[in-house]
């Protein structure tokens, strides 16, 4: 599976692990899946772990991706930490981060997990 996602309901967070070759209907059915879990938490912040993506989406697919964000119904989410170790995929995940600003409380890129999970761990929310 290209998108797989636990939840740790006690820290509110979710992480989502985006791997091989990810295309856009996988991410609308990764929110449609959210969506129909009775687990998930009224509010979540987001670990998105993007290191094992094969694929780099063109600038219309990370528009629709954060646009789809925005029809997540009854779900409410805090910070976002974009987890990136290539380049190319910093450059996608700033994207991402651009379209998809209005949509979190908070959203950065991180080159490190360890920097990604501190940030989320945080009361910091610029």
């Given at each position: 599976m290209p998108i797989t996602y636990t939840i740790d309901r006690e820290r509110?967070?979710?992480?989502?692990?985006?791997?091989?070759?990810?295309?856009?209907?996988?991410?609308i059915?990764?929110?449609?899946?959210?969506q129909r879990d009775p687990d998930v938490p009224r509010r979540l912040d987001v670990l998105l772990d993007m290191t094992r993506v094969t694929s780099f989406p063109e600038r219309p697919q990370v528009r629709a991706a954060a646009d789809r964000v925005a029809l997540v119904d009854d779900i409410?989410?805090?910070?976002?930490?974009?987890?990136?170790?290539?380049?190319?995929?910093?450059e996608v995940a700033g994207m991402f981060e651009t379209f998809a600003r209005g949509h979190f409380a908070s959203i950065r890129t991180f080159r490190q997990r360890r920097a990604a999970e501190e940030w989320l761990d945080?009361?910091?929310i610029p």
């Open positions: 509110g967070r979710i992480r989502t692990i985006c791997a091989g070759g990810v295309q856009l209907q996988e991410v059915g990764h929110f449609d899946a959210l409410v989410f805090g910070k976002c930490a974009i987890l990136a170790d290539r380049e190319a995929m910093v945080s009361l910091e």
